[in-house]
Protein backbone atom coordinates (compact mmCIF):
# COMPACT_ATOMS: atom_id res chain seq x y z
CA UNK A 1 0.00 0.00 0.00
CA UNK A 2 1.36 3.65 -0.91
CA UNK A 3 0.69 5.64 2.59
CA UNK A 4 -0.20 8.62 0.57
CA UNK A 5 -1.94 11.11 3.16
CA UNK A 6 -4.72 13.53 2.38
CA UNK A 7 -1.97 16.41 1.60
CA UNK A 8 -0.30 14.48 -0.87
CA UNK A 9 -3.24 13.83 -2.70
CA UNK A 10 -4.00 17.71 -2.65
CA UNK A 11 -0.62 18.50 -3.65
CA UNK A 12 -0.69 16.46 -6.34
CA UNK A 13 -4.45 18.10 -7.39
CA UNK A 14 -2.71 21.58 -7.21
CA UNK A 15 -4.57 22.57 -3.81
CA UNK A 16 -2.81 24.85 -1.68
CA UNK A 17 -4.04 23.36 1.69
CA UNK A 18 -2.16 20.69 1.61
CA UNK A 19 0.59 22.84 3.08
CA UNK A 20 -1.20 22.53 6.29
CA UNK A 21 -0.80 18.86 6.13
CA UNK A 22 -4.12 17.62 6.54
CA UNK A 23 -3.61 14.07 7.60
CA UNK A 24 -6.03 11.03 8.04
CA UNK A 25 -3.28 8.55 9.23
CA UNK A 26 -4.58 8.16 12.80
CA UNK A 27 -7.68 6.89 11.60
CA UNK A 28 -6.96 5.13 8.65
CA UNK A 29 -4.45 3.33 9.79
CA UNK A 30 -6.20 1.01 13.05
CA UNK A 31 -8.84 0.83 10.02
CA UNK A 32 -6.35 -1.31 7.68
CA UNK A 33 -4.58 -3.12 10.31
CA UNK A 34 -7.97 -4.33 11.35
CA UNK A 35 -8.72 -5.78 8.10
CA UNK A 36 -5.40 -7.37 7.37
CA UNK A 37 -6.04 -9.09 11.12
CA UNK A 38 -9.14 -10.61 9.73
CA UNK A 39 -7.32 -11.88 6.83
CA UNK A 40 -4.10 -12.97 8.40
CA UNK A 41 -2.07 -10.97 6.24
CA UNK A 42 1.08 -9.10 6.18
CA UNK A 43 1.43 -6.51 3.83
CA UNK A 44 4.35 -3.57 2.89
CA UNK A 45 3.43 -0.47 3.38
CA UNK A 46 5.72 2.52 1.34
CA UNK A 47 5.47 5.65 4.06
CA UNK A 48 6.06 8.86 2.71
CA UNK A 49 9.20 10.59 4.85
CA UNK A 50 7.42 13.97 5.81
CA UNK A 51 4.79 11.96 7.36
CA UNK A 52 6.76 10.27 9.64
CA UNK A 53 8.30 13.15 10.48
CA UNK A 54 5.47 14.97 11.99
CA UNK A 55 4.88 13.79 15.68
CA UNK A 56 0.95 13.94 14.99
CA UNK A 57 1.61 10.26 13.34
CA UNK A 58 4.25 8.46 15.19
CA UNK A 59 1.69 6.35 16.99
CA UNK A 60 -0.22 5.09 14.25
CA UNK A 61 2.56 4.54 11.99
CA UNK A 62 4.34 2.88 14.73
CA UNK A 63 1.68 -0.03 14.75
CA UNK A 64 2.57 -1.16 11.18
CA UNK A 65 5.88 -2.68 12.52
CA UNK A 66 4.77 -3.63 15.70
CA UNK A 67 1.79 -5.40 13.78
CA UNK A 68 4.64 -7.71 11.51
CA UNK A 69 4.11 -5.70 8.58
CA UNK A 70 7.02 -3.77 6.45
CA UNK A 71 7.96 -0.27 5.75
CA UNK A 72 8.99 1.14 2.53
CA UNK A 73 9.98 4.14 1.20
CA UNK A 74 7.71 6.48 -0.55
CA UNK A 75 10.36 9.67 -0.46
CA UNK A 76 10.18 12.58 1.57
CA UNK A 77 8.24 15.04 0.11
CA UNK A 78 5.90 12.81 -2.58
CA UNK A 79 6.83 15.01 -5.29
CA UNK A 80 6.08 13.25 -8.83
CA UNK A 81 8.55 15.26 -10.78
CA UNK A 82 11.00 13.74 -8.66
CA UNK A 83 12.44 12.09 -11.87
CA UNK A 84 13.63 15.86 -12.83
CA UNK A 85 15.71 16.41 -9.21
CA UNK A 86 19.75 16.30 -9.20
CA UNK A 87 21.26 13.16 -8.02
CA UNK A 88 22.19 15.24 -4.78
CA UNK A 89 18.57 16.39 -4.49
CA UNK A 90 17.64 12.69 -4.72
CA UNK A 91 19.86 11.27 -2.55
CA UNK A 92 18.68 14.05 0.43
CA UNK A 93 14.85 12.45 -0.82
CA UNK A 94 15.53 8.93 -0.16
CA UNK A 95 17.74 9.49 3.33
CA UNK A 96 15.71 11.75 5.04
CA UNK A 97 12.66 9.39 4.38
CA UNK A 98 14.78 6.31 5.35
CA UNK A 99 16.01 8.42 8.69
CA UNK A 100 12.28 9.45 9.69
CA UNK A 101 10.78 5.64 8.80
CA UNK A 102 13.69 4.44 11.04
CA UNK A 103 13.13 6.39 14.01
CA UNK A 104 9.04 6.07 14.06
CA UNK A 105 8.66 2.68 13.00
CA UNK A 106 12.07 0.78 13.96
CA UNK A 107 12.39 -0.76 10.77
CA UNK A 108 15.25 0.32 8.16
CA UNK A 109 13.26 0.46 4.44
CA UNK A 110 14.74 -1.71 1.76
CA UNK A 111 12.23 -1.01 -0.64
CA UNK A 112 11.18 1.77 -2.74
CA UNK A 113 8.51 3.21 -4.67
CA UNK A 114 8.79 6.42 -6.25
CA UNK A 115 5.32 8.93 -5.89
CA UNK A 116 3.44 8.65 -9.56
CA UNK A 117 5.35 5.83 -10.39
CA UNK A 118 8.22 8.05 -11.75
CA UNK A 119 12.32 7.23 -11.34
CA UNK A 120 15.75 7.61 -12.88
CA UNK A 121 18.58 6.11 -13.45
CA UNK A 122 20.17 8.49 -10.73
CA UNK A 123 17.45 7.13 -8.21
CA UNK A 124 18.30 3.45 -8.93
CA UNK A 125 21.79 4.09 -8.50
CA UNK A 126 21.45 5.86 -4.64
CA UNK A 127 18.93 2.88 -3.85
CA UNK A 128 21.65 0.47 -4.66
CA UNK A 129 24.51 2.36 -2.84
CA UNK A 130 22.03 2.51 -0.01
CA UNK A 131 21.22 -1.29 -0.12
CA UNK A 132 17.92 -1.32 -0.81
CA UNK A 133 16.83 -5.15 -1.68
CA UNK A 134 14.02 -3.60 -4.49
CA UNK A 135 12.60 -1.02 -6.14
CA UNK A 136 8.85 -0.79 -7.44
CA UNK A 137 7.71 2.86 -9.36
CA UNK A 138 7.30 1.37 -12.51
CA UNK A 139 4.24 0.79 -13.84
CA UNK A 140 4.22 -0.94 -17.07
CA UNK A 141 0.58 0.63 -19.03
CA UNK A 142 -0.50 2.12 -22.27
CA UNK A 143 -2.91 3.86 -19.97
CA UNK A 144 -0.25 6.45 -18.52
CA UNK A 145 -1.25 9.18 -21.55
CA UNK A 146 -4.75 8.73 -20.88
CA UNK A 147 -4.34 8.05 -16.91
CA UNK A 148 -2.58 11.90 -17.26
CA UNK A 149 -5.06 13.19 -19.49
CA UNK A 150 -7.77 12.36 -17.17
CA UNK A 151 -5.50 13.96 -14.40
CA UNK A 152 -4.54 17.14 -15.63
CA UNK A 153 -7.86 17.90 -16.97
CA UNK A 154 -9.10 17.88 -13.06
CA UNK A 155 -6.87 19.33 -11.30
CA UNK A 156 -5.92 22.90 -10.43
CA UNK A 157 -2.50 23.03 -11.90
CA UNK A 158 -0.27 26.00 -13.98
CA UNK A 159 1.50 25.54 -16.84
CA UNK A 160 4.58 25.72 -14.75
CA UNK A 161 2.89 22.87 -12.52
CA UNK A 162 1.73 20.62 -15.72
CA UNK A 163 5.23 20.76 -17.04
CA UNK A 164 7.20 19.46 -14.15
CA UNK A 165 4.67 16.87 -13.67
CA UNK A 166 4.30 15.20 -17.40
CA UNK A 167 6.07 11.81 -16.66
CA UNK A 168 3.18 11.18 -13.52
CA UNK A 169 2.21 7.75 -14.32
CA UNK A 170 5.06 6.73 -16.23
CA UNK A 171 6.73 7.52 -19.85
CA UNK A 172 5.45 5.39 -23.23
CA UNK A 173 8.93 3.78 -22.55
CA UNK A 174 7.83 2.21 -19.29
CA UNK A 175 4.69 0.83 -20.80
CA UNK A 176 7.05 -1.40 -23.02
CA UNK A 177 9.35 -2.77 -20.43
CA UNK A 178 8.17 -6.22 -18.64
CA UNK A 179 6.27 -6.70 -15.96
CA UNK A 180 7.42 -9.59 -14.34
CA UNK A 181 10.11 -8.71 -11.92
CA UNK A 182 13.58 -7.91 -13.77
CA UNK A 183 16.80 -7.14 -12.59
CA UNK A 184 18.91 -3.50 -13.41
CA UNK A 185 22.47 -3.35 -14.68
CA UNK A 186 23.19 -0.27 -13.17
CA UNK A 187 25.98 1.84 -14.92
CA UNK A 188 28.11 0.98 -11.68
CA UNK A 189 28.21 -2.59 -12.66
CA UNK A 190 25.52 -3.64 -9.65
CA UNK A 191 22.36 -4.82 -10.26
CA UNK A 192 18.92 -4.14 -8.29
CA UNK A 193 15.93 -5.62 -8.42
CA UNK A 194 13.03 -4.20 -9.81
CA UNK A 195 9.66 -4.96 -9.04
CA UNK A 196 6.78 -3.59 -11.58
CA UNK A 197 3.58 -2.51 -10.14
CA UNK A 198 2.01 -5.66 -11.94
CA UNK A 199 -0.67 -4.57 -14.92
CA UNK A 200 -2.92 -7.01 -17.26
CA UNK A 201 -0.82 -9.61 -19.44
CA UNK A 202 -0.57 -8.78 -22.55
CA UNK A 203 -2.72 -5.72 -22.97
CA UNK A 204 -0.88 -4.01 -20.27
CA UNK A 205 -3.93 -2.28 -18.16
CA UNK A 206 -3.65 -1.95 -14.54
CA UNK A 207 -5.81 -4.12 -11.95
CA UNK A 208 -4.89 -2.21 -9.14
CA UNK A 209 -7.88 -2.15 -6.62
CA UNK A 210 -8.56 1.68 -6.64
CA UNK A 211 -9.50 0.36 -10.96
CA UNK A 212 -11.41 -2.60 -9.70
CA UNK A 213 -13.47 -0.25 -7.35
CA UNK A 214 -13.95 2.24 -10.24
CA UNK A 215 -15.40 -0.23 -12.95
CA UNK A 216 -17.57 -1.84 -9.31
CA UNK A 217 -19.46 1.33 -10.06
CA UNK A 218 -20.45 0.13 -13.23
CA UNK A 219 -20.76 -3.54 -12.77
CA UNK A 220 -19.91 -5.87 -10.09
CA UNK A 221 -19.95 -8.22 -12.25
CA UNK A 222 -17.76 -6.96 -14.83
CA UNK A 223 -14.76 -6.10 -11.82
CA UNK A 224 -14.68 -9.44 -10.63
CA UNK A 225 -14.47 -10.77 -14.76
CA UNK A 226 -11.93 -8.19 -15.31
CA UNK A 227 -10.09 -9.77 -12.22
CA UNK A 228 -10.32 -12.99 -12.84
CA UNK A 229 -9.06 -12.50 -16.49
CA UNK A 230 -6.33 -10.52 -14.97
CA UNK A 231 -5.47 -13.08 -12.60
CA UNK A 232 -5.53 -15.71 -15.43
CA UNK A 233 -3.74 -14.50 -17.50
CA UNK A 234 -0.79 -13.94 -14.73
CA UNK A 235 -1.21 -17.63 -13.97
CA UNK A 236 -0.51 -18.47 -17.26
CA UNK A 237 2.40 -15.94 -17.98
CA UNK A 238 3.35 -17.43 -14.45
CA UNK A 239 3.36 -14.01 -13.19
CA UNK A 240 3.39 -13.39 -9.49
CA UNK A 241 1.04 -10.33 -9.25
CA UNK A 242 2.61 -7.40 -7.37
CA UNK A 243 -0.67 -6.22 -6.32
CA UNK A 244 -1.34 -2.38 -5.32
CA UNK A 245 -3.28 -0.41 -2.73
CA UNK A 246 -4.58 3.17 -2.07
CA UNK A 247 -5.71 4.35 1.54
CA UNK A 248 -8.15 6.07 -0.57
CA UNK A 249 -9.54 2.26 -1.36
CA UNK A 250 -10.90 2.53 2.60
CA UNK A 251 -12.10 5.58 2.51
CA UNK A 252 -15.25 7.73 1.07
CA UNK A 253 -16.16 11.22 0.54
CA UNK A 254 -17.99 11.27 3.75
CA UNK A 255 -14.61 11.11 5.62
CA UNK A 256 -12.28 12.87 3.53
CA UNK A 257 -14.35 15.77 1.42
CA UNK A 258 -11.51 17.31 0.24
CA UNK A 259 -10.73 14.36 -1.78
CA UNK A 260 -14.16 14.50 -3.47
CA UNK A 261 -12.85 14.82 -6.92
CA UNK A 262 -11.02 11.25 -6.73
CA UNK A 263 -12.62 8.16 -8.76
CA UNK A 264 -14.82 6.03 -6.34
CA UNK A 265 -15.03 8.75 -3.77
CA UNK A 266 -18.62 8.40 -4.14
CA UNK A 267 -18.43 4.54 -2.80
CA UNK A 268 -19.12 4.62 0.96
CA UNK A 269 -16.72 2.90 3.06
CA UNK A 270 -18.32 -0.46 4.05
CA UNK A 271 -18.90 -1.35 0.43
CA UNK A 272 -15.40 -0.72 -0.08
CA UNK A 273 -14.05 -3.20 2.97
CA UNK A 274 -16.31 -5.61 1.66
CA UNK A 275 -14.94 -5.43 -2.00
CA UNK A 276 -11.63 -5.44 -0.51
CA UNK A 277 -11.94 -8.39 1.47
CA UNK A 278 -13.70 -10.29 -1.47
CA UNK A 279 -10.59 -9.67 -3.88
CA UNK A 280 -8.16 -10.35 -1.33
CA UNK A 281 -9.78 -14.01 -1.44
CA UNK A 282 -9.92 -14.27 -4.67
CA UNK A 283 -6.30 -13.76 -4.59
CA UNK A 284 -5.20 -15.94 -2.30
CA UNK A 285 -7.41 -18.84 -4.25
CA UNK A 286 -4.18 -18.62 -6.92
CA UNK A 287 -1.46 -16.92 -4.88
CA UNK A 288 0.52 -17.04 -2.03
CA UNK A 289 -0.18 -13.09 -0.45
CA UNK A 290 3.52 -12.15 1.22
CA UNK A 291 4.87 -8.70 1.74
CA UNK A 292 7.27 -7.17 -0.72
CA UNK A 293 10.61 -8.33 0.84
CA UNK A 294 9.71 -11.90 0.94
CA UNK A 295 8.54 -11.86 -2.84
CA UNK A 296 11.86 -10.00 -3.92
CA UNK A 297 14.01 -12.71 -1.91
CA UNK A 298 12.43 -15.39 -3.87
CA UNK A 299 13.11 -13.69 -6.88
CA UNK A 300 16.67 -12.92 -6.02
CA UNK A 301 16.95 -16.40 -5.43
CA UNK A 302 15.20 -17.71 -8.69
CA UNK A 303 17.37 -18.26 -11.55
CA UNK A 304 14.55 -17.26 -14.26
CA UNK A 305 14.81 -13.40 -13.20
CA UNK A 306 16.19 -11.50 -16.25
CA UNK A 307 19.00 -8.63 -16.64
CA UNK A 308 17.63 -5.21 -18.21
CA UNK A 309 20.21 -2.55 -19.20
CA UNK A 310 19.72 1.13 -18.70
ZN1 LIG B 1 2.05 7.99 -3.52
Keep these: ??????????????????????CYLDKLIP?????????????????????AALDKNR?????????????????????????????DQI????????????RVTGQKPIGFRGPGFVWSTDLLEILAENEY???????????APLARVYYFWTSNLAREERRQRKKIFGSLKDAIRPIKPFLWHLNSNETLLEIPVTTMPIIKTPFHLSYLLY??????????????????LCRITHTAPNFLLHPLDFLSREQVPELAFFPGMDINTNRKIELFYRV???????????????HAEAMLNSNKTKIQYL
Design 1 to 22: MDLDDQWSYMKTHGDPGWKKFP
Design 31 to 51: RVLYTLDQLNLKITFFVVGQD
Design 59 to 87: DALKLLTEKGHEVGNHSFHHEPWLNLYSR
Design 91 to 102: RREIIEAEEQIL
Design 133 to 143: LYDTSILPTYL
Design 215 to 232: LSRFSILLMFLYLKIALT
Design 280 to 294: MNILREHFELVKMST
